[in-house]
C-alpha cells in the first residue's frame, strides 16, 4: 500500500480560497439575468458552480484524490446512483404531457 | 480498551487497517447521498412544475443570512481539515484548537440558520401555521408556496440535524484529544468525523443555490 498521504494547510487555504471566489460568483451570478439568453441558464450556472465546489471539496478536504483506487469507486458510485435517480425520474415526468 | 490504535487481528498492516475505516465511512456517506437525494429529486420536481412560485418564495429568505452561513460553514470545514493535518503531523494541541474552531463556528451556523427560522415564523411562511405567503396571495399561489416552504424547513432541518449530530461527535472528539488521544499513528475517529462533517458541508453547497439564489434579477 502507499504511504498514507498527508495533505499541507497551504492546499487547504488555496482550496478555501477558491471556493469562497465560488460562493461570491455564484451570487453574483443569481443576480444577472442569464435566462435571457437561454432558457434555465441561471440555474445550469449554479448548479455548474455548486459541482465544482463540491467536487474541490471532495478531492482536497476529503482526500479523495490521494484516496485508493477503490475508495475513489464508491465516491464515484454515489454521484453515478443520484444521476440514475434524478434522470431517469425527470425522464418519466418530463416525457408524460407528450402522450 | 480499544480505539488506542494498535493493529487488530483481521489487517495485516496499519495502513490497510486505515484504509478500511475510511473505505467504510464513505460507504456510510454513500447512503447519505442517496439519502438527501430523495429529497432533492422532490425538489426538482416541483421546482419544474410551479417554476414561478417557487422562484417569487426564494426570493423571500434572506440571501445575506444564507450566504453569510455559507462561508460560516465553509470556514468550518477548512478548520476541520486543518484539525485532521495537525493530528496527521502529531501536533495534539492543535488538533483541540482546530476542533473547538470548528465546534465554534458549526454552532454559529446553526444560530444563524435559528433567526431564519424565525423570521420565516413571523411572516407566517411556515407550512400548516397559519400560512400566508403574502396579502392576498391566491389560494393556488399559496398552496404552491406551501410546497416550496416544506421543502425549504425539510432540507435545511435535515441538513441542521446532520450539523447537531456533527456537533456531538466534535465534542466527542475534543474529549478525547484533550486527553492526547489523537497523534501521527493514530488520528482515524478525526479524519472520519472530517469526512462527515465536509459531507454535510456539500449538501449545504448545494441547498444555499436551489433554495436561496432562484431568480434573485
Partial sequence: MSEHHIVSPKIYLSIFAALMVCTALTVYAATVDLNQYFRGLNVIVALAIATLKASLVVLFFMHGKYSPKRTQLIIVCSVFWLAIMLFMTMSDYVSRAWL | ??????????????????????????????????????????????????????????????????????????????????????????????????????????????????????????????????????????????????LFFSLYFAMTGLHALHMIIGAGLLLWLIKESLRGRFTASYNTPVENVGLYWHFVDIVWIFLFPLLYLIDRH
Wanted: without cysteine; aromatic residues 12%; negative net charge.
Fill in chain 2, 1 to 146: 480498551m480499544h480505539r488506542s490504535g494498535e493493529l487488530y487481528g483481521q489487517f495485516e498492516t496499519m495502513d490497510q487497517q486505515r484504509e478500511s475505516a475510511s473505505l467504510g465511512m464513505w460507504v456510510f456517506l454513500v447512503t447519505e447521498v442517496l439519502f438527501f437525494g430523495g429529497m432533492f429529486m422532490t425538489y426538482t420536481l416541483n421546482r419544474s412544475t410551479y417554476p414561478d412560485v417557487f422562484g417569487e418564495a426564494s426570493r423571500s429568505i434572506n440571501l445575506t443570512l444564507g450566504a453569510v452561513n455559507t462561508v460560516v460553514l465553509i470556514g468550518s470545514s477548512l478548520t476541520m481539515a486543518m484539525a485532521v493535518w495537525a493530528a496527521q503531523v502529531g501536533k495534539t494541541r492543535l488538533v483541540t484548537f482546530f476542533l473547538i474552531a470548528t465546534l465554534i463556528l458549526g454552532t454559529v451556523f446553526l444560530g444563524i440558520k435559528g433567526v431564519e427560522y424565525h423570521e420565516k415564523f413571523v411572516e407566517h411562511h411556515v407550512p400548516g401555521l397559519d400560512f400566508n405567503f403574502e396579502l392576498g396571495a391566491s389560494p393556488a399561489t399559496n398552496a404552491h408556496a406551501q
